[in-house]
């Protein structure tokens, strides 16, 4: 079993909604990922959070959110989202530093639909 | 910049036989890491094993292996007695061991026929 867990699984939400993704890894992690994913195509990086302080944005636009309220949590909150930023949604989680074996870990997804 | 090529974007193998995924990669970091993942219909994307540029050997894990050719600038993924279950998407991934971004190639479609 995935020590990344994220909620929820699959999410409708209109256009004028306001809603959220979380995640939650217990692997002692100080690095956390969020990922957008289309069908058959490799993931792509949106945040990263490195000692719960933002360190990457691949200029994401304004309506994602991503909030680190402590080392183990991770929240995308969306709003006013468009139909094409439906796709799966990855959290992942990884130490800070590069050494032997420093994985990154990834949690099942939220498979998001916008309509 | 770093950059990550699977030249094969659909694969098929017969059921326990042994099948091999191809990916290259460009970098000029000196240390990095190599990682293959396999990602279901379902969505999870699952490690399934990892190369440091330093190791001499060849990782293997299980019925994985990785044929790491560091002068190519290769790391192949080989799965062995292929099985129904693996039927999914493979992502190569690398890391530099300058800050923590990883780089996925575009993925390998595997279908394992009965």
């Known amino acids: 079993d995935t020590e990344v867990t994220q909620t929820p699984k699959h999410l409708v939400m209109g256009m004028t909604n306001k809603k959220s993704l979380k995640c939650e890894q217990h692997?002692?992690?100080?690095?956390m990922y969020w990922y957008k994913q289309k069908a058959k195509k490799p993931p792509e990086l949106m945040f990263v959070?490195?000692?719960?302080?933002?360190?990457i944005n691949e200029s994401v636009p304004s309506r994602f959110s991503p909030e680190c309220p402590n080392s183990s949590l991770l929240n995308l909150h969306l709003h006013a989202l468009q139909p094409e930023d439906s796709a799966l949604y990855l959290c992942?989680?990884?130490?800070?530093?590069?050494?032997?074996?420093?994985?990154?870990?990834f949690g099942e997804g939220s498979w998001l639909t916008v309509v | 910049a770093q950059k990550i090529t699977q030249t094969q974007p659909g694969m098929f193998v017969q059921e326990k036989e042994a099948v091999t995924l191809d990916c290259t990669y460009d970098?000029?970091?000196?240390?990095?890491?190599l990682f293959w993942y396999k990602q279901p219909s379902s969505g999870e994307m699952i490690f399934l094993i990892y190369?440091?540029?330093?190791?001499?050997q060849n990782a293997t894990e299980g019925r994985y292996s990785l044929n790491f050719q560091k002068a190519r600038k290769s790391a192949n993924l080989v799965i062995s007695a292929s099985q129904l279950g693996d039927s999914a998407m493979y992502f190569c991934?690398?890391?530099?061991?300058?800050?923590?971004?990883?780089?996925f190639g575009t993925g390998t479609s595997l279908t394992v026929i009965p």
């Open positions: 190369q440091g540029s330093y190791d001499e």
């Open positions: 692997m002692g992690h100080r690095a």
């Open positions: 992942a989680s990884s130490q800070p530093h590069w050494d032997s074996g420093n994985t990154i870990y």
């Open positions: 959070y490195s000692y719960e302080k933002l360190s």
């Open positions: 991934a690398m890391r530099p061991n300058t800050g923590n971004q990883f780089y």
């Open positions: 970098t000029s970091d000196q240390s990095y890491g």
